[in-house]
């Protein structure tokens, strides 16, 4: 069983649709969660940082933890061709700067116009 | 602030040459990791500097690739002889010291072994 499941989609939706993206582990030491975005020919770059289980919202975006059922979320609200990226989750058990992230294959987002 | 680079952009060798790929980090950035996408799969981890000592190197895959940090600045990621197993993309990312949060990654250097 791998560590962390993501469905790697790929998933299009029309511009302004609220999209939801989520990921499932197996390793109950994760308390770090992180939603990166990687637009193609480019490098991940961290698009939203959660400690622990509960929700954190930046802007037109949320990210769910639910640390009892191994299960993170994290939705777009009034979705913009701009979001149309890969959404790759990443997960650390002591702290995302100080040691491996274990990641999620990635899940590619099509937000049409 | 500059990011981190990494160089070369891409790379197209034959089985059984060297390559030599180099990352340079974030400045005042002491933690330096490698990570690997080989196609179809999720990015996964290959090694952890701090500083020019090697932390975790749990993810190497075998003794042909060799890493190095001289100095604790920059750092060179050498796969040698080179397989075809070992085309992917291979990322490098930075981070403080005291970072709780998150790495920064560089764009990632395209390895195509013929």
């Known amino acids: 069983q791998k560590e962390v499941e993501q469905d790697p989609g790929p998933l299009s939706v029309p511009e302004g649709a609220i999209v939801s993206l989520n990921c499932t582990y197996s390793n109950s030491a994760f308390q770090y969660f992180m939603w990166y975005r990687q637009y193609s020919r480019k490098g991940p770059e961290l698009l939203m940082y959660?400690?622990?289980?509960g929700n954190k919202e930046d802007g037109r975006f949320t990210a769910q933890v639910d640390k009892s059922s191994k299960y993170i979320s994290l939705f777009i609200r009034d979705s913009q061709p701009s979001d149309s990226a890969t959404y790759l989750c990443a997960m650390s058990a002591t702290g995302g700067g100080s040691e491996k992230l274990v990641f999620g294959k990635g899940t590619k987002l099509t937000v049409n116009p | 602030e500059a990011g981190v680079t990494q160089f070369p952009s891409h790379s197209v060798i034959e089985k059984g040459q060297t390559v030599t790929l180099r990352c340079d980090p974030i400045?005042?950035?002491?933690?330096l990791y490698w990570y690997r996408r080989v196609m179809g799969k999720e990015i996964k981890f290959l090694l952890h500097?701090?500083?020019?000592?090697?932390?975790?190197e749990s993810g190497m895959p075998n003794n042909r690739f060799l890493a190095e940090r001289t100095g604790g600045t920059y750092s060179t990621l050498k796969v040698q002889p080179a397989e075809l197993e070992d085309s992917g993309v291979y990322f490098c990312?930075?981070?403080?010291?005291?970072?709780?949060?998150?790495?920064?990654f560089g764009p990632g250097t395209r390895l195509l072994v013929l």
């Open positions: 400045s005042g950035h002491d933690n």
């Open positions: 959660t400690y622990s289980s």
């Open positions: 990312a930075s981070s403080l010291l005291t970072s709780r949060e998150t790495q920064y």
């Open positions: 500097f701090v500083k020019e000592s090697k932390q975790d």
